[in-house]
């Protein structure tokens, strides 16, 4: 069964620093996958998608990812982090079936000044 | 271009009740899916709907329960609720299927006492 893990529960960084949220998934074949960040009370709101081809994928919010096959990772990555960056970030996978995504628990990024 | 809008935003209701809620879909989607998350997880798949039909479903009882009209709006029942049932319900729209990713609503935050 196709499962993400977001290893790191809570990342703090410096206002202007790099970010790198690391992902994992399982499946079978070559995945969609996907990073979507939710602040609080609010929905989740896409920033990146992986379908295919390059395997950096670049995001809005200046937010980039990479596929790496060999370790079945999807990392999310950031080279100077702003304030408004503090939410929570979740990685997903599409399912086989095409019908439903698959989220991770989620990674809280705390921000400091 | 609307994005996914849900009704209500809060609510309360007692164990044992039942519950419906709302979601009107982003303009030009024709899929919509419910995602159940507890406070601190990732959201978990309920179900989708496409063209009025349920495509999917995840691990949730009989008592979750939802319909998809032609406007593509959508309703979530929960029948006899339980304490658990107490999240944050999120409609998600899209376009044939979870490919392109998700537009979410902002949620309904739903309490069982």
């Known amino acids: 069964a196709q499962s993400v893990t977001q290893p790191d529960i809570h990342i703090t960084v410096s206002e202007g620093a790099s970010l790198e949220l690391r992902c994992n998934y399982s499946?079978?074949?070559?995945?969609?996958l996907f990073w979507y960040v939710q602040s609080p009370g609010q929905g989740l709101q896409l920033l990146l998608k992986y379908f295919s081809g390059d395997t950096l994928v670049q995001g809005i919010k200046g937010f980039e990812a990479e596929f790496k096959r060999s370790q079945s990772s999807f990392n999310l990555r950031k080279p100077s982090v702003h304030w408004s960056d503090a939410a929570e970030y979740f990685c997903?996978?599409?399912?086989?079936?095409?019908?439903?995504?698959?989220f991770g628990a989620g990674t809280r990024l705390f921000v400091k000044a | 271009e609307t994005g996914v809008t849900q009704s209500p935003t809060h609510l309360i209701k007692t164990r044992g009740q039942q519950v419906t809620l709302r979601c009107s879909s982003q303009s030009g989607h024709n899929t919509v899916s419910w995602y159940q998350q507890a406070l601190g997880q990732g959201p978990q798949f309920i179900f989708q709907y496409y063209r009025e039909e349920e495509n999917g479903r995840g691990n949730f009882p009989p008592r979750f329960s939802g319909l998809q009209f032609p406007n593509y709006s959508s309703e979530l029942n929960v029948n006899a609720l339980e304490l658990d049932d107490s999240a944050l319900y999120l409609c998600?729209?899209?376009?044939?299927?979870?490919?392109?990713?998700?537009?979410f609503g902002s949620g309904t935050r739903l309490t069982v006492v």
């Open positions: 499946y079978g074949a070559t995945p969609y």
């Open positions: 997903a996978v599409e399912n086989t079936g095409g019908f439903k995504t698959i």
């Open positions: 998600a729209s899209s376009f044939s299927g979870t490919a392109y990713g998700y537009t």
